[in-house]
């Protein structure tokens, strides 16, 4: 039997209607992962401080990830509920993805600086100092990535200026990371424990920044597969 006409509209309709949807929830995931870079400053900022509680600023942070990944459960099963209908699912799913690892990447910063503090390693100012621009450098990233996708459905010209700013800061971030890591290396050079925890704490933030970038590459796919 012939397919009704009535249906194609539909059809699109409901495929418009989720990727929206989707739009919004990955947008709040991005919120939570902001939620959870300014969180990760403050421990940075407090780390010397002889009286502050980084247990307790650590905690802050574990728990904001908890509502990432509930949040990232929940929009991968609307997702995956959804691909049948909706043509640009599979790269909401990449998206989502990256946003998830990018939570576990701020928390595994999180923790290695407490690791730090309850062992006693003392990180000199211009590393805090360091950690804390690549951070702020990254929250740039992140409200280029979530205007981006607020953007979407709007004009994709908007979208593509967006990204740019997005790919110029994590190739910002990857001189600074290969700068400051060798500078490391020299201060720390007799200070083994440090060492490798600062050299973890530098490559989990160069990896935030890449999966940042890997997020607008698969926005700026989406929005190139659209009509300008």
Known sequence: MPEDASDVPMSEESSALVEITAIEEIVNITRIIHDELVELVEMMKKYSEENSDIGKLYERIRNIKNKGEENYLRVMQYLVKSSEIAL??????NIV????????????????????????????????????????????????????????????????????RVFNVEEEIDTIFRKSLFEVYGKYAGYIPALLLLKDIFEHLEEISDLLKNVGEEIRYLALSRKP
């Open 88 to 93: 640009y699912v599979p790269i909401y799913i």
């Open 97 to 164: 993805r990256h946003l998830d690892r990018i939570i576990q990447q701020v928390d595994a910063v999180a923790y290695r600086m407490y690791l730090a503090r309850e062992n006693k390693v003392i990180i000199e100012r211009g590393v805090l100092e360091t950690f804390i621009k690549l951070v702020e450098l990254e929250k740039t990233q992140l409200e280029s990535v979530e205007e981006a996708l607020s953007k979407l459905k709007v004009s994709s010209k908007i979208v593509l200026e967006k990204l740019e």
